[in-house]
């Protein structure tokens, strides 16, 4: 069972469009990143949402945090081809020892 | 700053030998390390948790003793895939936190290949 469901998992749209990512769940994180990984490469953090509710923007991107910390999403403003990659979320999870543990992540290809 | 420097960044080794990677966090104190295996276009998964000092939690399904984990410093953590074999190729990635901090820096990541 997948503690983070992410959706779409795959997306393809045209340049100019806007998206919307989304990260579900039914447990209670306190925390959830958002990050973004390029081929062979590690994952780089785009932002960290703590409080419910709460809204960072960075740049064309829009992260949202779910009033009860249950989910989250990304929604990206007219998209680039310099968007194409993969978006994954996370949350950190449990009690005493925390895990950082990941949603299935979304393939964005944004076409020129 | 918060920089994780993950060597390899690729290996390539036989069959039955062991495979040592390291997890380095160049400019903070990383009290807990992830090490996570990544398939080709899939997700990361959890591999275990590992906090400084104190013996590895382990995912469900991940051998502990064929994936041996020591963080023995608060800016060094070691995967060591003992006795590798073909099914163990797999990118192996890293990500250091800072106590207190929700955030998770991760490594280069490591493309394990056993032939």
């Known amino acids: 069972t997948q503690l983070l469901e992410q959706s779409p998992q795959f997306l393809s749209i045209q340049e100019g469009e806007n998206l919307t990512v989304y990260c579900n769940s039914s447990?209670?994180?306190?925390?959830l990143q958002w990050y973004r990984q390029e081929p062979g490469e590690g994952p780089v953090l785009l932002v960290t949402?703590?409080?419910g509710g709460e809204v960072k923007k960075l740049k064309r991107l829009t992260f949202q945090f779910g009033d009860a910390r249950k989910d989250s999403s990304l929604h990206i403003t007219a998209a680039q081809p310099g968007d194409t990659g993969l978006y994954l979320c996370a949350g950190v999870w449990g009690q005493g020892a925390q895990k950082l543990v990941f949603g299935q992540g979304t393939r964005l290809t944004i076409n020129p | 700053g918060a920089v994780v420097s993950q060597h390899p960044s690729r290996v390539i080794c036989k069959s039955g030998t062991s495979v040592k990677i390291e997890c380095r966090s160049l400019d903070f104190q990383a009290t807990t390390m992830f090490w996570y295996r990544q398939f080709p276009k899939q997700s990361l998964m959890l591999m275990a948790t590992s906090n400084e000092g104190s013996k590895a939690t382990y995912e469900q399904g991940v051998e502990k003793d064929k994936f041996l984990i020591n963080h023995a410093s608060l800016t060094l953590s070691t995967l060591t895939v003992t006795s590798a074999h073909p099914e163990d190729s797999s990118f192996y990635i890293c990500?250091?936190?800072?106590?207190?901090?929700?955030?998770?820096?991760f490594g280069q990541g490591t493309r394990l290949t056993v032939v």
């Open positions: 990500s250091a936190k800072r106590g207190g901090h929700p955030e998770a820096f």
């Open positions: 949402v703590v409080t």
């Open positions: 447990s209670v994180f306190s925390s």
